[in-house]
Each structure stands twice: as structure tokens, then as C-alpha cells.
């Protein structure tokens, strides 16, 4: 079985501080992970993944991520927010078993920057 | 441009109507996935294919149907309209288990 919590509902933070949106995930076997921003009324756009290699992942719009396999987490990071990041970010993970071909979302976090 | 093309983007049934969601993509990916997404629920797979001719069920399959007779189109059936299918209906692409999805821009259904 795979999974993704995303433990908090919203994230608000002032226009030009870092911004952190948590992301845990459960597998059996290695992760595939995934970061997916959505804006108002629009689909998912990709943000960045981890397959393998370098711990730290960048992305686009200054976004980056850190997969720790201990704490099996894979939170997203900008170090200064713009209010234009204002949206719903997704987290989601893929079971690396042989065969599996869906990604488990998990239940988005809504972000607030404050100008 | 390339990518996911979702049609309609808004349709208001009455219950027990049907209706069809058509999906179709030009970047020749094998997989090929139907979402729903229902407020503080993330998405939740219907459906999903890895090739013409193949489909299975996903985590909430109930109400729906498809068919993949092209790589192209994966089109999302609803027979019998019910409210508990009031929702926003995603369709994306993949082609190997190491890429991204690519989303489609979405269809807003309500079943009154």
C-alpha cells in the first residue's frame, strides 16, 4: 500500500519569509515523489520529484524539496514566499514495486502568502 | 499546445441522467488516469489505463465506466447521475513510472 499525509489543512506566511509545506509518505519498497501545485479553477501543474540520487531536489519557481528516508518525508521549501505562490499543494508518492503505475495524492495544503 | 484536453469544463445533470467526459492527450503516453476531487479530499483515482485495450479500477470506481480503444482518448462514463457524483473530474497522462503526470484543466460536474 502507499500513501501520503500532509499533516496541516493551511499554511499562511508573510510575503518574503521561507515557506514550508510538510509532506510524510508510506510505502513498502522506494518512493517515487512528487510535488504538485494547484491555482484557482485550473489542474495540477508538476513542481519537481525525487527518483533517485541527490537528497535535495530543485524545481521550478525557486521550489525545493528534501527527501529524508529516516523520517520518511519529503516536505517542499522556498526560502522567501511570493504572494503569487498562493495555492493548493499537493504531495504524492509512487511504490517503486514492479507493476505499479499510480501515484497516491494526498489531500492537498492550501497556502496563504500575506503581503 | 501539447497536453491533456478535458471537455466539457462545466455540466449540471439532474439525477439519472448520463453523460460522457472526454479526455484526450497528443504526447503518445501509454497511462493514462481519471481523478476526482472533492474539497479536503485530494484526489482519488476512478480509473486508469497503461494501454489501449486496458483498464482497471482505481481506489473509488463505483457509478463510473471507460474504454481506451485509442492511445489518445480515455473518455469517463457516468450512467446513472447521483449527487454523491457532484464534483471536479481530472484526466492525466503519464509515460513511465519515473515522469510526472500531466493534468488536464478539469471538468466542474454538479448532480442536482
Known amino acids: 500500500a502507499q500513501s501520503v499525509a500532509q499533516p496541516e489543512d493551511q499554511v499562511n506566511v508573510a510575503e518574503g519569509n521561507p515557506l514550508t509545506v510538510k509532506c510524510t509518505y508510506s510505502?513498502?519498497?522506494?518512493?517515487?515523489l512528487f510535488w504538485y501545485v494547484q491555482y484557482p479553477n485550473r489542474g495540477l501543474q508538476f513542481l519537481l520529484k525525487?527518483?533517485?540520487?541527490?537528497?535535495l531536489v530543485k524545481g521550478s519557481y525557486g521550489f525545493e524539496a528534501e527527501f529524508n528516508k529516516s523520517q520518511t518525508s519529503f516536505h517542499l521549501k522556498k526560502p522567501s514566499a511570493l504572494v503569487s505562490d498562493s495555492a493548493l499543494y499537493f504531495c504524492?508518492?509512487?511504490?517503486?514495486?514492479?507493476?505499479?503505475?499510480?501515484?497516491?495524492f494526498g489531500k492537498g495544503n492550501q497556502v496563504v502568502v500575506i503581503p | 499546445n501539447a497536453g491533456v484536453t478535458q471537455t466539457p469544463k462545466f455540466r449540471i445533470l439532474k439525477i439519472g441522467q448520463s453523460m460522457t467526459l472526454q479526455c484526450t492527450q497528443d504526447?503518445?503516453?501509454?497511462?493514462m488516469y481519471w481523478y476526482r476531487q472533492d474539497p479536503g479530499m485530494g484526489l482519488k483515482l476512478i480509473y486508469y489505463?497503461?494501454?489501449?485495450?486496458?483498464?482497471d479500477k482505481g481506489e473509488v470506481p463505483n457509478g463510473y465506466n471507460v474504454s481506451r480503444s485509442t492511445t489518445e482518448d480515455f473518455p469517463l462514463r457516468l450512467e446513472l447521475a447521483a449527487p454523491s457524483q457532484t464534483s471536479v473530474y481530472f484526466c492525466?497522462?503519464?509515460?513511465?513510472?519515473?515522469?510526472?503526470?500531466?493534468f488536464g484543466s478539469g471538468t466542474r460536474l454538479t448532480v442536482v
Open positions: 492525466a497522462s503519464g509515460y513511465t513510472e519515473h515522469y510526472g503526470y500531466t
Open positions: 504526447m503518445n503516453h501509454n497511462y
Open positions: 489505463s497503461v494501454g489501449a485495450g486496458i483498464t
Open positions: 525525487y527518483i533517485t540520487g541527490d537528497n
Open positions: 510505502v513498502s519498497g522506494n518512493p517515487y
Open positions: 504524492a508518492v509512487r511504490d517503486r514495486a514492479r507493476g505499479n503505475n499510480r501515484l497516491a
